[in-house]
């Protein structure tokens, strides 16, 4: 049974699509099968998380073909936090989206292109096999695009060109360094590519295909130089569309990051951890300038996307396990936070008119309750105790601090305090500035927006007061990463 | 047979690299189609090539005969020339949109979503 709570979690989203556009002309139908199957994902994650727990990584060869010949799905502790996680934001944002989306917009395919997108990353998650990756990858990819345009402005055609150019190239990347890799070992299976890559004489080749596959997933994860196209697009498309992207797809990249260099490549960790723990580095700084020379929401938000792209990526550099528990507990805070805000500036939108800072103002006075909610994410983000993104950072900095990186501690301590400096700005400017019309244009808004941002903040909060057991959940992710033979016992049996 | 689709492979991912780097969004599509057929082929050779039979087993027996030819680099890049076909034919769209709402397909000149700083009124 464990085996098909995670074969559901990527077949669920695709039933979802399927049936979703059946019910094209009947909207009222569309959207409860939406929303249902959204449901029915998060039933069906949380099993399977609860599965993994129990019984440890669950493993199913498709097809009763054994690995490594057959496609694998295999879920860690990792993997089923991140198909939780994604269960979660992908229900909150189509919750937001039934208030959101016009017609026009569901009649251009928002719902079944939604879930087609929660398929792609829900089967990353779960997949255990390296092409496999790359089609879910891909799958995600194309259901991006298709929502990347919904609406059609000017703006989005001129984001999505460039999301769309760095993506094709990151994409093509992806797949000659699986050519490369299966050339080298003639496998593509992660587990047994686990056993094979220590054997490889051809060390040149091998080290090519992995930085291929290093600069695929950074340009995924949009850490620094290859975040460009992230900045470019993710202020033009429908709000709940970029909430979707801000919180899951970037995190995507970092997880195919974790898996293979913690898996996969692992016979130069000097090399690569000095590597990544640069690429943190400028990941983090650039983002958070970038971000304070910003004034539209979205825009200020996409920039943050980066920087705090930074510290999961120096939680992974750092390569000891509490820079993974780092790492891990930073995912499942920045998924919630980040996507709550875009949803937040979609209703602060709603009020007031526009995502411009400067044609916005009062908010403090008309809306409090979107304050207090402001207040939440926003605070949480830049890493004031006791909000969970307080303990993130701690734990990677702390973890920095272990392996006497200073400059890196100092460049995670100097983005928060910058992190800070962009809240304020987005508070000053929206909440407490006076409009600069006289008053705001409405002072509520409907609850089906409302509802799924009160949610995702209390998950911030909960995280925050409660730590502990997110904690816990992330220590043994952080064990199983560190200990590959354990997952591929899982996977290939006890002989090796 | 490997060295002459070695070399062809680089000889396109050349022209591909050469294409990608203009501003002009045709000829960056271009390139895309040829990169792709360019991974593609290095996919396919990756997994070897042997002038020996196709991975058929005959009806009645148990197993292969004699050498068979690798099946699964086949199926992989039967399956990226699917997905890369979807993702140009969309990126075609995208392209003739580009020129009917922007007017341009000059990525120097789309600065719609990223505006150039606004400059001081005099």
Not at chain 1, 272 to 282: A, D, P, Y
Not at chain 2, 12 to 21: E, I, N, S
């Amino acid at each position: 049974m464990n085996g098909w709570y995670a074969a559901l979690a990527a077949l669920l989203p695709l039933a979802a699509a399927a049936t979703t556009l059946i019910a094209h002309n009947r909207p009222r139908l569309q959207t409860a099968l939406s929303l249902g199957f959204a449901a029915a994902l998060l039933v069906d994650s949380a099993l399977l998380f609860a599965a993994v727990w129990r019984d440890g990584i669950v493993v199913v060869q498709a097809s009763g073909w054994a690995a490594p010949f057959g496609i694998t799905l295999a879920v860690d502790t990792l993997g089923a936090v991140m198909t939780l996680i994604a269960a979660i934001t992908g229900l909150a944002c189509l919750a937001y989206a039934t208030a959101e989306i016009s017609e026009e917009d569901r009649r251009a395919f928002f719902h079944p292109l939604s879930h087609v997108l929660l398929a792609g990353v829900c089967g990353a998650f779960v997949t255990g096999d390296l092409f496999n990756l790359y089609v879910w990858f891909e799958v995600l990819l194309i259901a991006s695009f298709g929502l990347l345009v919904i609406g059609g402005s000017k703006a989005q055609t001129d984001g999505a060109v460039k999301y769309l150019a760095l993506n094709l190239v990151a994409t093509s990347l992806f797949l000659l360094a699986t050519g490369l890799i299966y050339g080298l070992t003639g496998t593509l299976n992660m587990a047994d590519l686990a056993l094979a890559v220590p054997r490889i004489e051809n060390v040149g080749v091998l080290n090519a295909a992995a930085m291929m596959l290093l600069a695929a997933f950074g340009m995924k994860a949009a850490v620094f130089p290859l975040f460009f196209w992230l900045p470019a697009s993710y202020h033009t498309p429908l709000v709940s569309v970029s909430a979707v992207f801000a919180g899951l797809l970037t995190k995507v990249g970092v997880y195919a990051l974790i898996r293979v260099v913690t898996l996969i490549f692992t016979h130069d960790p000097a090399w690569t951890n000095t590597l990544l723990l640069w690429t943190s580095g400028l990941t983090m700084l650039t983002g958070v300038l970038g971000a304070a020379a910003q004034n539209e929401w979205r825009r200020i938000l996409s920039f943050h996307i980066v920087s705090q792209i930074g510290y999961m990526v120096m939680g992974l550099a750092l390569g000891t396990r509490l820079g993974l528990v780092g790492a891990v507990f930073y995912l499942v805070h920045h998924i919630v936070v980040k996507a709550n805000l875009f949803l937040i500036a979609g209703v602060a939108r709603h009020l007031v008119g526009s995502m411009e800072l400067k044609r916005s103002g009062g908010l403090y006075v008309a809306a409090p309750w979107l304050a207090i909610l402001f207040f939440i994410p926003a605070f949480s983000l830049a890493g004031f105790p006791p909000l969970s993104g307080f303990w993130a950072k701690y734990i990677v900095i702390k973890a920095a601090l272990d392996e006497r990186g200073f400059w890196i501690a100092a460049a995670a301590l100097v983005t928060g305090l910058l992190t800070i400096y962009s809240m304020t700005k987005i508070w000053g400017e929206a909440f407490w500035k006076p409009h600069p019309d006289g008053a705001v244009a409405a002072t509520e808004a409907p609850r089906a927006m409302v509802a799924p941002i009160a949610a995702l903040a209390a998950c911030t909060v909960v995280i925050g007061l409660f730590a502990q057991p997110f904690l816990a959940v992330a220590e043994r992710a952080a064990a199983e990463l560190t200990e590959p033979a354990r997952y591929i016992t899982a996977v290939l049996g006890a002989r090796s | 047979m490997e060295a002459t689709l070695a070399i062809l492979i680089g000889v396109l991912v050349a022209v591909a690299v050469w294409l990608m780097l203009s501003r002009n969004l045709v000829r960056f599509l271009l390139g895309f189609a040829m990169l792709s057929n360019a991974v593609n082929l290095a996919m396919f050779v990756a997994g070897r090539l042997t002038p020996s039979a196709p991975p058929l087993v005959q009806e009645g027996a148990e197993g292969f005969a004699s050498a068979f030819a690798n099946p699964l680099p086949q199926a992989l890049v039967l399956t990226a020339i699917v997905i890369g076909f979807g993702l140009l034919a969309f990126a075609l769209v995208l392209t003739w949109q580009a020129q009917a709402r922007l007017g341009t397909v000059r990525t120097d000149e789309m600065r719609v979503a990223e505006p150039p700083p606004a400059r001081e009124a005099k």
